[in-house]
């Protein structure tokens, strides 16, 4: 062989070496994921600083699971044995919510007992200590949602306990999404007008939507905040995530079903034919993409 041609040969070889080497490095590239599923009967249920021996609780978002959640701190669900208990807590730069699911028992707020049942809600600012625990014979089943408040202006803890029941909250249609859904507005910011309580400071909206049979709240998608959404009832189509050409992607959805939506991510759901599905949904600013007192 002469010269040019093992010139070429070792040129070609060389060539096929870097190509192959880009390869293996793409491969090993990890992207971050537009949107994260949870199956809350599947999720496992692991140590966190509220556990007891009688309090068990499953990381779903943020603290405890891993993902891409930035604004969130945690987003779970505690069981609470009957007669059981938590252990108190308090978070200096860190907002929670709690959900009432199912059953009943009490929220130790500061020094104050607050009673809570099926659908109660909860609003905790941070510095407060709290806790949770059973006053019944059956479990406690609680969503517990925290917002890292780092950053944003320290406001007073509001002077009474901020809690209602789901069901006192009327349901209201929402400019921008058809009628086949209606919104119980639970929880805005603290300039909130429209909403049953005004406290969030990084929570921008907590709400339930009740769609019918065969309805749907728009795909959307929201520049600024993240979002989760948890079946309650019913089943369907979340939408989720999307592409260049503007096709969402569809996937099937049951009660359990927890999705967690990054900013620009796309964001719908669409109820089954037959049968109404109710979906607890929180949105909250990312951290950086505002300034609170410039944008509501």
């Given at each position: 062989?002469?010269?040019?041609?093992?010139?070429a040969s070792t040129f070609t070889l060389l060539l096929v070496a870097i190509l192959c080497a880009s390869l293996l490095h793409a491969e090993d590239r990890r992207i971050d994921p537009t949107f994260l599923?949870?199956?809350?009967?599947?999720?496992?249920?692991?140590?966190?600083?509220?556990?007891?021996?009688t309090c068990h609780y499953k990381p779903l978002f943020g603290k405890g699971d891993s993902g891409v959640v930035v604004g969130v701190a945690r987003y779970g669900?505690?069981?609470?044995?009957?007669?059981?208990?938590?252990?108190?807590?308090?978070?200096?730069?860190?907002?929670?919510?709690?959900?009432?699911?199912?059953?009943?028992?009490s929220a130790k707020y500061g020094e104050e007992?607050?009673?809570?049942?099926?659908?109660?809600?909860?609003?905790?600012?941070?510095?407060?200590?709290?806790?949770?625990?059973?006053?019944?014979?059956?479990?406690?089943?609680?969503?517990i949602m925290g917002f890292k408040t780092k950053g944003f202006e320290k406001t007073q803890p509001p002077a009474h306990t901020l809690k209602t029941n789901i069901e006192d909250v009327p349901t209201a249609l929402v400019n921008g999404h058809p009628d086949s859904t209606r919104y119980r507005l639970l929880m805005g910011d603290v300039d909130s007008k429209r909403d049953r309580i005004a406290a969030g400071r990084?929570?921008?909206?907590?709400?339930?939507?009740?769609?019918?049979p065969g309805g749907t709240n728009f795909p959307h998608h929201h520049e600024r905040e993240e979002?989760?959404?948890?079946?309650?009832?019913?089943?369907?189509?979340?939408?989720?995530?999307?592409?260049?050409?503007?096709?969402?992607?569809?996937?099937?959805?049951?009660?359990?079903d927890a999705y967690f939506f990054?900013?620009?991510?796309?964001?719908?759901?669409?109820?089954?034919?037959d049968v109404k599905s109710r979906i607890l949904c929180v949105r909250s600013w990312y951290p950086g993409m505002v300034q609170k007192g410039m944008e509501h």
């Amino acid at each position: 062989m002469d010269s040019s041609k093992r010139l070429a040969s070792t040129f070609t070889l060389l060539l096929v070496a870097i190509l192959c080497a880009s390869l293996l490095h793409a491969e090993d590239r990890r992207i971050d994921p537009t949107f994260l599923y949870r199956d809350t009967s599947t999720a496992a249920e692991k140590p966190s600083d509220i556990t007891t021996a009688t309090c068990h609780y499953k990381p779903l978002f943020g603290k405890g699971d891993s993902g891409v959640v930035v604004g969130v701190a945690r987003y779970g669900e505690v069981v609470i044995d009957p007669k059981g208990a938590c252990a108190t807590v308090q978070y200096p730069e860190e907002d929670q919510v709690y959900v009432v699911l199912n059953g009943s028992g009490s929220a130790k707020y500061g020094e104050e007992d607050v009673p809570l049942k099926t659908e109660d809600y909860l609003y905790i600012p941070s510095t407060i200590p709290h806790t949770l625990s059973n006053t019944s014979a059956v479990p406690v089943l609680v969503v517990i949602m925290g917002f890292k408040t780092k950053g944003f202006e320290k406001t007073q803890p509001p002077a009474h306990t901020l809690k209602t029941n789901i069901e006192d909250v009327p349901t209201a249609l929402v400019n921008g999404h058809p009628d086949s859904t209606r919104y119980r507005l639970l929880m805005g910011d603290v300039d909130s007008k429209r909403d049953r309580i005004a406290a969030g400071r990084v929570l921008t909206s907590l709400f339930l939507m009740e769609i019918a049979p065969g309805g749907t709240n728009f795909p959307h998608h929201h520049e600024r905040e993240e979002e989760i959404y948890l079946v309650l009832q019913g089943h369907g189509t979340m939408v989720a995530g999307g592409g260049m050409d503007g096709i969402a992607g569809r996937h099937p959805a049951k009660a359990g079903d927890a999705y967690f939506f990054r900013l620009n991510a796309t964001v719908g759901y669409y109820s089954a034919p037959d049968v109404k599905s109710r979906i607890l949904c929180v949105r909250s600013w990312y951290p950086g993409m505002v300034q609170k007192g410039m944008e509501h």
